[in-house]
């Protein structure tokens, strides 16, 4: 063995212990410094707990986020300015959040009451400025920006209230400066278990919201269209974690998703025939990180546990809907971008900050701005 070799071989092998300790730290010292926030110890135990579980998560998840493997590409191909569409497609999920004490709410006395360490934090998030980043000229897009894209377009959103919330966001987006208008559109979206639609005529855009908390009927949604021979240019849709809560059986999940791809693949037939117009652009809103310690009800504790949430997600792949596993769908990755904002940007385990859902929506209109661009 030459001396290079064995200097190698040591500093491997340092890293890995750096990881480890670096690991540890975390686990040991994030439950530590909230103790001296204000949770109670119970609290703590079941942070350091769910921390536990996230990290090992981190750790099995690795390999599926490729991020070694995309570095060392990166490196021989800053060159190249002209990208072909999916290699840009495979980083639109390349970001990274700041998740910090907002600084506004550290200069008040400790009378003023927050509701929880939520509200507390305030959470950037951007894209990495690489330079494969910004040839694929993936950036957040301006209200006109946004506009111009969906302009004329028909988008659906269907599914439970991550579905909901992305709504808001992608509304939000469009009808946000004009607060007025916002509120009514918050005040009629957030009816419990109801249907939303609007027609925001400056841009010719028609949004529906389906509310389907099960597949099953965003099953029935696809046979209406059919049946009506109209169906929308863009369709976001998602749905699991009320099938996880109430039935519980993965194997049953996979069957009703590959029910779902059966009436997608022969509703939209993905052999392009002229005189046929083009079909629907097709999103899969992903599963949140769900934190066990943090949901709001018993049986939401019970059921919604962490082997449950894998055996869904397995299901999920094993289902084939999804564009990387050969199947008709995109992936909004709420996964990822809920891991990586982490246990700062949820309230109750489940459901998410804002700024979660307004990445994904940018993360959905970059999506359809590489694809036209692959169009010309
Ligand atoms: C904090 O509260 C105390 C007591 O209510 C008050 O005397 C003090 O001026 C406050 N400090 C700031 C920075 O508001
Ligand atoms: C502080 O909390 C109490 C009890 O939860 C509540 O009644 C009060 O309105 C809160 N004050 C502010 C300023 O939010
Ligand atoms: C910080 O807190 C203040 C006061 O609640 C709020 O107005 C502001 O929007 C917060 N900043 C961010 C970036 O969340
Ligand atoms: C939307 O399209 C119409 C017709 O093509 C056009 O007149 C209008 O300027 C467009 N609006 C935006 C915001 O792109
Ligand atoms: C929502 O729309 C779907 C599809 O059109 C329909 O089947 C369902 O009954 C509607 N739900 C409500 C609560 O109106
Ligand atoms: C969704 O499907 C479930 C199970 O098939 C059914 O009980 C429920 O009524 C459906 N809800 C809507 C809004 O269609």
């Not at 491997?12 to 926030?37: E, R």
């Not at 028909?154 to 966001?169: E, K, M, N, Y």
Request: aromatic share 10%; charged share 15%.
């Amino acid at each position: 063995m030459t001396m290079m070799m064995m200097i190698t071989i040591t500093m491997m092998m340092l890293m890995a212990l750096m990881l480890g300790a670096a690991a540890a730290c975390i686990v040991v010292l994030v439950p530590l410094g909230m103790a001296g926030w204000h949770l109670s110890r119970n609290s703590v135990l079941l942070f350091s707990g769910a921390i536990l579980i996230t990290l090992s998560v981190c750790v099995h998840f690795t390999p599926y986020f490729s991020s070694v493997s995309d570095y060392v590409t990166s490196v021989s191909s800053v060159a190249v300015f002209h990208r072909p569409k999916s290699s840009c497609m495979n980083l639109i999920h390349r970001i990274h959040w700041e998740v910090k004490p907002n600084a506004s709410l550290l200069s008040f006395n400790a009378t003023q009451n927050l509701s929880s360490s939520f509200d507390f934090y305030e959470k950037h998030w951007d894209w990495s400025k690489t330079q494969r980043i910004k040839a694929c000229r993936i950036h957040k897009l301006s209200k006109p920006e946004a506009s111009h894209l969906i302009n004329g377009s028909w988008v659906l959103i269907a599914g439970d209230s991550q579905a909901r919330l992305f709504t808001l966001s992608l509304l939000n987006l469009i009808l946000g400066s004009e607060p007025q208008r916002m509120d009514s559109v918050k005040t009629a979206l957030f009816k419990r278990h109801s249907n939303y639609s609007i027609s925001v005529d400056e841009i010719g855009m028609k949004l529906d919201f389906v509310w389907a908390p099960y597949v099953l009927n965003l099953t029935h949604l696809l046979t209406d269209f059919k049946t009506k021979k109209k169906y929308p240019d863009v369709m976001v849709m998602g749905a699991g974690l009320w099938h996880m809560l109430h039935v519980s059986n993965p194997s049953d999940y996979e069957l009703v998703l590959q029910t779902l791809k059966s009436s997608l693949v022969s509703l939209f037939p993905f052999s392009t025939e002229l005189g046929i117009k083009s079909p629907p652009h097709l999103f899969w809103l992903g599963f949140p990180m769900l934190i066990n310690g943090m949901l709001n009800a018993h049986k939401k504790r019970v059921h919604m546990i962490d082997a449950m949430w894998h055996a869904y997600d397995r299901a999920l792949s094993e289902s084939r809907l999804l564009r990387q596993t050969g199947g008709p769908m995109i992936l909004l990755d709420i996964q990822s971008l809920t891991w990586n904002c982490g246990a700062h940007c949820t309230y109750d385990g489940m459901h998410y900050d804002t700024a979660i859902y307004e990445a994904a929506v940018q993360i959905m209109l970059n999506s359809l701005l590489i694809k036209s661009r692959h169009r010309h």
